[in-house]
């Protein structure tokens, strides 16, 4: 199995360096992961070392399902649904 990154990537470069299998390579759009030599760091840590690292919400989602290992609202802590009301509160301030 591997990991994909999509098009929520910023190019950040925070999950190229904590890739064990340096399965994560820089392309003219965003980062990608090698289909073919990732594996999900199974045998050399307990979570995805990418999705642990990476700012961004959705950006890293499982190839087949694509379901992302970093959902929404799951670094920020504010449930999507409350998303608008939070930062209608913020910029009210």
């Not at 098009?7 to 965003?30: E, F, G, Y």
């Not at 642990?52 to 799951?74: D, F, H, M, W, Y």
Request: charged share 20%; hydrophobic share 35%.
């Amino acid at each position: 199995m591997a990991l994909k990154i999509n098009d929520l990537c910023v190019n950040c470069w925070a999950c190229v360096d904590v890739c064990p299998t340096q399965s994560i390579v820089q392309t003219r759009k965003h980062f990608v992961i090698n289909p073919t030599t990732c594996t999900e760091c199974e045998g050399s840590y307990e979570d995805p070392q990418c999705a642990s690292i990476c700012p961004i919400e959705g950006a890293i989602v499982e190839q087949r399902t694509r379901k992302p290992l970093n959902p929404p609202g799951s670094l920020t802590g504010i449930p999507p649904e409350l998303v608008a009301a939070v930062a209608a509160e913020m910029r009210a301030r």
